[in-house]
């Protein structure tokens, strides 16, 4: 059953803790995604990879890190840093290669709520 | 700089009615526009894409408009069901699979029984 995980589905920190969100693919797909999702803001990219020992910062970078050790795998930790970060957490992947067809499809994970108490 | 502007931001349509939901581009590099169907609580997931070559694309019910030489594209929901009620985002992105994607800021759509 190929598809991407996150977990856990709902994560609650309290303000000054660091958090990791999971997110792994079976996909056997090449990049992988952060978005975070707040009412009325659409999904706005955090961090993404293309490749293995290799990430990128998005659009709204600030107060979270990732990794990619592994091709599967693209944790995400929310740092102290992060002054709001109640939000839905929207892991996804996507294969990379010359634009045609499914090729460009991105898959979504069923997302991580993080609230901060 | 929002470069893929989403409208409405909700919508009420009637059992049997046509949703229309626009979006607007400013990057004419921009080659590949997905919507995306989300369902409170779960993942967006493809709903249908187009690519600038063609001006229409259809699958089943679902239909994207494409004007190129004015940047906009919109999804078309005939004869829209109450299981059509999500959240509906449009995309784009340029060149290959390399490039991010840009989403809209989403619309709420709600199909009245």
């Known amino acids: 059953d190929g598809g991407i995980t996150q977990s856990p589905k709902y994560l609650f920190r309290k303000e000054g803790q660091n958090v990791t969100l999971s997110c792994e693919q079976n996909?056997?797909?090449?990049?992988m995604y952060w978005y975070r999702q707040d009412p009325g803001q659409g999904l706005r990219l955090i961090y993404y990879?293309?490749?293995?020992?290799?990430?990128q910062k998005g659009d709204i970078a600030e107060g979270y890190s990732v990794s990619r050790e592994k091709k599967e795998s693209f944790p995400l930790t929310v740092t102290s840093a992060q002054k709001n970060p109640t939000a839905f957490y929207l892991c996804?992947?996507?294969?990379?290669?010359?634009?045609?067809?499914?090729?460009?499809?991105?898959?979504f994970g069923p997302g991580t709520r993080l609230t901060v108490l | 700089q929002q470069q893929v502007k989403q409208s409405p931001q909700s919508l009420i349509v009637q059992k049997g009615g046509i949703s229309i939901i626009n979006c607007a581009y400013e990057n004419t590099a921009f080659d590949y526009f997905p919507w995306y169907q989300q369902f409170p609580g779960k993942g967006p997931a493809l709903l249908i894409a187009?690519?600038?070559?063609?001006s229409e694309k259809k699958e089943g019910r679902f239909t994207i408009s494409f004007n190129k030489s004015a940047k906009q594209f919109s999804l078309h929901i005939m004869d829209s069901q109450p299981g059509d009620s999500a959240t509906y985002f449009c995309a784009a992105s340029k060149g290959s699979g390399y490039s991010t994607l840009t989403f809209g800021k989403g619309t709420m759509l709600l199909v009245s029984p």
């Open positions: 990879s293309q490749i293995v020992n290799d990430f």
């Open positions: 187009i690519r600038p070559d063609v």
């Open positions: 996804a992947s996507r294969s990379l290669g010359p634009a045609s067809g499914a090729n460009n499809e991105q898959f």
């Open positions: 996909l056997n797909h090449d990049a």
